[in-house]
């Protein structure tokens, strides 16, 4: 019986052994996901500062122009984007949807079929 006592004394502090590795473990993910946060975070705001200081050199240049060849390209870049993005958010706006009759599903009101079951539209 003393030994069944001592094994089992073994296999506890075994057990708690390994219970402290995994914590000790979990503790470093937790710590290395913090950090991982932590410096997208700091990433995130970084990235938005620049594009802050970016729109506001982008609207004085639209009230001056400097000569500077690389800002008056971007420039342009950024102009031709907005017309882009203003006829994608038109188009989108016309893309209306139905539900399919026979299935449901939200499709298009310009398909012809239903491209979840098939069936025919419009009737
Ligand atoms: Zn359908």
Known sequence: MRKLAD???????????????IADAAGDIYQR???YVNTKRIEAQLKDSYALLGKLH???ELEAKTDDPEISKLVDAIGRLRDELRRAGEQKQSYEFAACKACGLMISKDSKFCHGCGAKTGE
Do not use: M
């Open 58 to 60: 982008y609207q004085r």
């Open 7 to 21: 094994s089992w004394d073994r296999f506890v502090d075994g057990a708690r052994v390994a219970a402290d590795s």
């Open 33 to 35: 996901g913090r950090r």
